[in-house]
């Protein structure tokens, strides 16, 4: 099984500062990683797949790079309503498809 | 736009089998482009994959859950469902239903969630 460990736990900003998340794999995923946040109580969203790639509708803020085991998402600008929980996850090598156990970003 | 809904009940008891179903609207259950897949997130904690099935048929499940854990379909009724028997406490959960693209097996389309209680 993949191991999938994130850092920092939680990481406080300051809304339009830079905010830089990370992911660790604990063996190569390849490209064969995305990223979610999620909100309180509601569904995950799928931000990045494929390590660098946007989903749909998702801002430009977003940006994700990486391969291997090392991960970075990173938001330029945070607004408002990206104050949230962010997860990683791999699916180069399933079952299973693991999660990293999340970095929540809050207000500084 | 793919929509998901779950539904089921929210209190199951101990040692009895929990079972839920995912309703799809806006397209078609029998695309050949995603999976269909279940996530649990324990309160406060974070995302657990249970397991995965394709349009062929083919089940994916995670080997923590594996003897415990069925992922089926109904296209007539554009529903798949989730079982998982002999639950425990540990069980309890935000049970949410969600689509794998097949091209990246990310998860792209969610249900909003639906929280299963296990008690006595």
């Known amino acids: 099984e993949i191991v999938m460990t994130q850092s920092p736990a939680t990481l406080s900003v300051s809304p339009g500062e830079r905010a830089t998340l990370s992911c660790r794999a604990s063996?190569?995923?390849?490209?064969?990683l995305a990223w979610y946040q999620q909100k309180p109580g509601q569904a995950p969203r799928l931000l990045i797949y494929?390590?660098?790639s946007r989903a749909t509708d998702i801002p430009a803020r977003f940006s994700g790079s990486g391969s291997g085991t090392e991960f970075t998402l990173t938001i330029s600008s945070l607004q408002s309503e990206d104050f949230a929980v962010y997860y990683c996850?791999?699916?180069?090598?399933?079952?299973?498809?693991?999660f990293g156990p999340g970095t929540k970003v809050d207000v500084k | 736009q793919l929509q998901l809904q779950e539904s089921g009940p929210g209190l199951v008891k101990p040692s009895e089998t929990l079972s839920l179903t995912c309703s799809v609207s806006?397209?078609?259950?029998?695309?050949?482009?995603?999976?269909w897949g279940w996530v649990r997130q324990p309160p406060g904690k974070g995302l657990e994959w249970i397991g995965s099935?394709?349009?062929?048929?083919?089940?994916h499940y995670n080997p923590s859950l594996e003897s415990r854990v069925t992922i089926s379909v109904d296209t007539s009724k554009r529903q798949f469902s989730l079982k998982l028997s002999s639950v425990t406490a540990a069980d309890s959960a935000v049970y949410f239903c969600?689509?794998?693209?097949?091209?990246?097996?990310?998860?792209?389309?969610w249900g909003q969630g639906t929280m299963v209680t296990v008690s006595s």
């Open positions: 063996q190569s995923v390849s490209t064969n």
């Open positions: 996850q791999q699916y180069y090598n399933w079952p299973p498809l693991t």
């Open positions: 806006g397209g078609s259950i029998s695309s050949s482009s995603y999976y």
């Open positions: 494929g390590a660098s």
């Open positions: 099935l394709s349009y062929s048929g083919s089940t």
């Open positions: 969600a689509l794998q693209g097949v091209a990246s097996y990310a998860f792209d389309v």
